[in-house]
């Protein structure tokens, strides 16, 4: 019976595995100590019955060929070795089905309060300095800093207005130009990285191809080309936050911020990337992918897919009621809504439980044209190029409706037409 390694993960000379050959752990305790830490074992009680497989190890630690010489003719003769030996000093290192977190740091180096309590009156020492320096004056070279942005409550951390009004040029010229008349520590350094965060947050936050024309700016210009202004600050971003974080130094991001940041950054780039290379995109707007943005609108768009919604039934009975009053032959009245209510329909049922008397049933079709004219008119208000955009709307409804047969009425009345 072969021997079976005890490296978790790991089924050589099992029976689903292959055959191969294994070690004794070292005698020596300071070797054996080496092994159980690389092995991730470090409890694993080790007897003779303890083996660790050649596949966990380099090919330089493993002898396969030995060699011999002649002391009388000087021939050196080399021969294969039925089962490998290992050289002295090896350890296992290669662990092929572990998942990479095995092999995380785990020890934290967390620095302590007061350091970090140090870090930060560093970094807030510059902007400080500027706002006391303008405080008392009438008309400021940088308006947007206060006393609430400069310290923030912890539930005003997370406020989005709070850092834009830090984290804008404005707070970057005004350390450049008021940084050596009044003596501010450090900013040049913290201009720098204002200047970098904000140039950042103007790239990810385009949502308007039209953006730039009115604020004049390069890094609020839409993604044009993987190789553009943009896409190369961003991949310099990337590296400029990983040399940051592999300083030893406590005035750096956390490691939770300097994760988020820079996924979210490499991530933007890679979806850009893609829409370059696979739906040859003129160009991306990033501030469309935003999680917020995203989440109102799919929730947005699930809540029109419900049935009964009071808000689109209200509507739709609206529009109705205002053609209804208008039309002189009756058929068309006839196509626009039931006879009575329908209890088994939900629009229907909340209309009963809402009327007095005067109210009018809807059909389906009433409500469907309300959802889709709604969607069109709220995807022309954000683009803005339409011109006329009452007639885009209607005609660009129309054509969804029609085109997806989305409608189940027939035309009843012989005057008009159901597009009419």
Known sequence: MPNKCCVTGCKKNYAIGPKVSCFFFPSDKSEKKKWLRAVLRSDLKVTQNTWVCELLFLDSDLQRETTATDTKTGITTTAPLERPRLVKDAVPSQFPNLPFYFFLETTSHRPSPDDRASAMENEQLSLCALYNAEDSKLVKFVYTLSAKVLNPSSLEHQKVLLVTKLFNPYVFQALLTLGLEHNIPHFDDCSVFIIIM????????????????????????????????????????????????????????????????????????????????????????????????????????????????????YLAGYCVYSIYRKLKWESCKEGLTCADGDSANLRNSYIEGISRGGLLYLLEDDVRIVQVNYIVNTKLCSFQCATNQRACTVRTSLDILFDSDSLAFENTCNEHSCLE
Request: contains cysteine; charged residues 15%; glycine residues 6%.
């Open 198 to 313: 904000t140039s950042w947050w103007q790239i990810v936050n385009v949502k308007s191809p039209w953006k730039e024309q009115s604020l004049n700016s390069d890094y609020e210009k839409p993604l044009a080309a993987s190789d553009c202004l943009s896409c190369r600050f961003l991949m310099h971003f990337i590296d400029w936050l990983g040399q940051w974080n592999a300083m030893n130094s406590n005035g750096k991001l956390t490691r939770e911020t300097h994760s988020v940041i820079s996924q979210t950054t490499s991530g933007l780039l890679k979806i850009a990337n893609y829409c370059f290379a696979n739906f040859n995109a003129r160009f991306v707007l990033l501030g469309k992918f935003q999680t917020d943005s995203l989440e109102a609108r799919f929730g947005q768009y699930r809540q029109l897919s419900q049935d009964g919604l009071p808000v689109l039934v």
